[in-house]
């Protein structure tokens, strides 16, 4: 079992920044890739960014592209999302997941991943 605990999430102005945290415990080690989804009310959660755990990639969705960064510190098992130039629009709840499947195909595919952290509320207003 993998268990992720979100944090960082809050109220921020249009054109301002956030640091979301996910930190990673229990069998870490057989954590391959991570990746932050978002789930706004009235829709589906949507694919943010992802990044292997021992490469360099990264994949990001289109609508953050250039805006928002995501990266790891292996030492310590978390995973960040730094995120920039906010809009309302990417108000939401922002889930942390991780999954052990060992390839990043589909790695933009929620039914890729097993774990799931709690989630933790971004809201930008305009």
């Known amino acids: 079992q993998v268990q992720l605990v979100e944090s960082g999430g809050g109220l921020v102005q249009a054109g301002g920044s956030l640091r979301l945290s996910c930190a990673a415990s229990?069998?870490?080690?057989?954590?391959?890739?991570m990746g932050w989804f978002r789930q706004a009310p009235g829709k589906e959660r949507e694919f943010v960014a992802a990044i292997p755990w021992s490469s360099t990639s990264t994949y990001y969705a289109d609508s953050v592209k250039g805006r928002f960064t995501i990266s790891r510190d292996n030492a310590k098992n978390t995973v960040y999302l730094q995120m920039n130039s906010l809009k309302p629009e990417d108000t939401a709840v922002y889930y942390c997941a991780s999954t052990t499947r060992r390839t990043v195909l589909r790695i933009t595919d929620h039914i890729t991943y097993e774990y799931w952290g709690q989630g933790t509320q971004v809201t930008v207003s305009s």
């Open positions: 229990g069998r870490t080690s057989s954590v391959y890739s």
